[in-house]
């Protein structure tokens, strides 16, 4: 089957600029999570979706990001505007329902915001 | 406050002995725990879990050991592969959360040949 698709592979963006990353999901796979990765950490939850409904957005910095789940399938996170701390892998997941087996993780976004 | 915890940022193992990763947490109400390696550049892959209702599971070379009374489990690969040098986290989940997992910091792996 093919695996969670993400793009871009990597981004360099000036603070206070916009930002877009895309996530498609293996087929069939209810549940999509976006999550931030800094550096040296383990990744943290920014929001979970479950078709195109949000389950769980209780991390997501609502005043800069922003995330939609198109049709229960594609989704996108935007950040507007960046700063300097949001410099990190983003990494989008997806599960077929709960995810108690685990998640199936994409190859993540790096952002690199200068 | 962190509820899942890797103190080991990085282990060094020679290749063909056993390598040990340890995690520590401290919430009772997990339920499932997972193992997960990350390579560079790439998202993480999902290696080995264990329900809390038992205390070993084995897949291969990977054996995953969950010690409930001192909140404290442990992967141990064996014999340790040099394709095995990645970072490792450990992470957990309840079913009262919805299965959301809970991170460690993760520890980097590397096996000398």
């Known amino acids: 089957e093919a695996g969670v698709a993400q793009s871009p592979r990597y981004k360099i963006i000036e603070k206070r600029q916009s930002v877009a990353f895309w996530c498609n999901p293996i087929?069939?796979?209810?549940?999509l999570y976006w999550y931030q990765q800094i550096l040296g950490q383990g990744p943290k939850l920014l929001i979970q979706?479950?078709?195109?409904?949000?389950?769980?957005d209780s991390q997501l910095p609502k005043d800069r990001f922003s995330a939609e789940r198109l049709k229960g399938v594609d989704s996108t996170l935007k950040i507007q505007p960046a700063k300097l701390e949001d410099s990190a892998v983003y990494l989008c997941a997806s599960s077929f329902s709960t995810g108690r087996d685990g998640y199936t993780f994409g190859s993540g976004t790096r952002l690199t915001v200068v | 406050d962190q509820q899942v915890k890797q103190n080991s940022p990085s282990l060094s193992v020679q290749e063909g002995r056993i390598s040990i990763l340890n995690c520590d947490y401290t919430n009772s109400m997990f339920d499932y725990f997972l193992w997960y390696k990350k390579y560079p550049a790439e998202g993480p892959t999902f290696l080995i879990s264990?329900?809390?209702i038992k205390d070993k599971n084995e897949d291969g070379r990977f054996t995953v050991f969950l010690n409930k009374s001192a909140k404290h489990l442990s992967l141990h690969i064996v014999p340790s592969q040099p394709g095995d040098s990645a970072v490792y986290f450990c992470?957990?989940?309840?079913?009262?959360?919805?299965?959301?997992?809970?991170w460690g910091a993760g520890t980097k792996l590397i096996i000398k040949p």
């Open positions: 992470a957990a989940s309840a079913i009262a959360s919805n299965y959301q997992l809970i």
């Open positions: 979706f479950q078709n195109n409904g949000v389950v769980d």
């Open positions: 264990i329900s809390s």
């Open positions: 087929s069939g796979h209810a549940t």
